[in-house]
Nanobody
Framework: QVQLVESGGGLVQPGGSLGLSCAVS????????MGWYRQAPGKQRELVAS???????NYADSVKGRFTISRDNAKNTVYLQMSSLKPEDTAVYYC?????????WGQGTQVTVSS
């Protein structure tokens, strides 16, 4: 079973920055399509950003220009750099890895944007 371990969540003030990391076990990380999702209380989980095995990225309109997704295949890690944070970015952020018919989720990490 593939396991995803997330880190970097926490409390940040509006306008601030925060970086999330997701480390993936195994030797097939370079083949995975990776994504960051988030879910706020009472709302559906939504895709925030994704990066394919070939490095192609996509972003939700709400985070374009503020968030950057990247990956380091040598470290089996995907990152989400968040800048100009807003209170509406507050959510539990989840890392996802997808390969063929399989999909794996991290445990989630809380991001709170508040003054």
């Amino acid at each position: 079973q593939v396991q995803l371990v997330e880190s970097g969540g926490g409390l940040v003030q509006p306008g601030g920055s925060l970086g999330l990391s997701c480390a993936v076990s195994g030797s097939s990380f370079s083949l995975f399509n990776m994504g960051w999702y988030r879910q706020a209380p009472g709302k559906q989980r939504e895709l925030v950003a994704s990066i394919t095995a070939s490095g192609r990225t996509n972003y939700a309109d709400s985070v374009k220009g503020r968030f950057t997704i990247s990956r380091d295949n040598a470290k089996n890690t995907v990152y989400l750099q968040m800048s100009s944070l807003k209170p509406e970015d507050t959510a539990v952020y989840y890392c996802n890895a997808a390969f063929l018919t399989r999909s794996y989720w991290g445990q989630g990490t809380q991001v709170t944007v508040s003054s």
